[in-house]
């Protein structure tokens, strides 16, 4: 039996509906339920989910060690779907004098601390993005899904030395443009920026404006802008340092990558992916959305309405986006950063 929170959102009341290991959870904890946040990022990190529960008399039974929990809301007789499925990871008993005890459980889309963190040494030679994602992916009980542009692109020579799995895919697609993220029985590596879902599919841009909104926060230009970023490699023939470099569309002081490539083709691959990445980081924020929304999903594009000031209104890039289910309802929080080709906070011009 799904559990409908007391706020009447324009017209529309909020429920959750949990079940751990198959079962549905019971009453007492619906009604101790203070707040449950369901977060999506990109990149790496996986999906997550923290429940804190009012735990006055001591009365919550504490879910089993690796438990499955899976979660399903929205709306009562509107939009409502799956929130996500997760593994148990750990509780947190505390308490304060003035506040009373509390139970903080959370949950996580995958389990990193046994898949992928394993450190090793291995090195490929003459294997492509794909090849080396699918031997990894392969070895830890998963299957690789590569975007096709990425799985592509040879590696003449890569070590693997001292470093985990994931943290040695990660450090290679971010050299390509790519991102990294374990999502349950899968590894995915996808282009980043390219506002699309784990499956290939193009995600639908979030529409954002002013009236959508309870709060917001922007920092257009928060970080250090940089003109070019340069690269090396080793000419071959010469043995001599060649540098190419890529523009990033802003202006200010070269960025130079310190290691050297093996071929001018990653070398140029390596400062694209940087320079695009920069960009990304000039500018961030987050708009905190007064009613719940299943259209916001990280990695797509969000676009904030002209009602926003200049600096604010454009097309951001989503990066994570928490919805919670608390004493105010369901809201969505959806965290942006600036977009690879430098557009945020730019209106469009008529």
Known sequence: MAFALDTLQQGHRPFIHITVNGQEVSGAFYSRLVSATFRDEA???????TFTLDDAENAIELPPEKATIVAYGGWIGGEQGLLGTYEMQSVELKGDADEGEFVVIQASAADLKSKLKGVDR???EEKTIGEIAETIAKRNGMTAKVDPELAKIKIPYRAR????????LTTLADEHGGVVKPMGDRLVVSKRGAAKSTSGKNLAPIA?????CKSWSITPNGRAQYGKVKAGYIDQKTGKRVKVDAETGLKGPDFTLKSPYPTKELAEKAAQAEAQRLTRNTGEGHFQLARGRFDAQAEADVIAGSSFR??????WRCDAVDQVFDENGWTTRVEVKSKEDGSSGKKKEE
Not at 161 to 168: H, P, Q, R, V, Y
Not at 310 to 315: E, M
Request: charge should be negative; hydrophobic fraction near 30%.
């Open 122 to 124: 291995e090195h490929f």
């Open 310 to 315: 200049t600096g604010i209104a454009g097309t």
């Open 208 to 212: 954002i404006d002013k009236s959508d």
């Open 43 to 49: 990149g790496q990190s996986s999906d997550k989910v």
């Open 161 to 168: 030395i001292d470093t985990s799995e994931i943290d040695f």
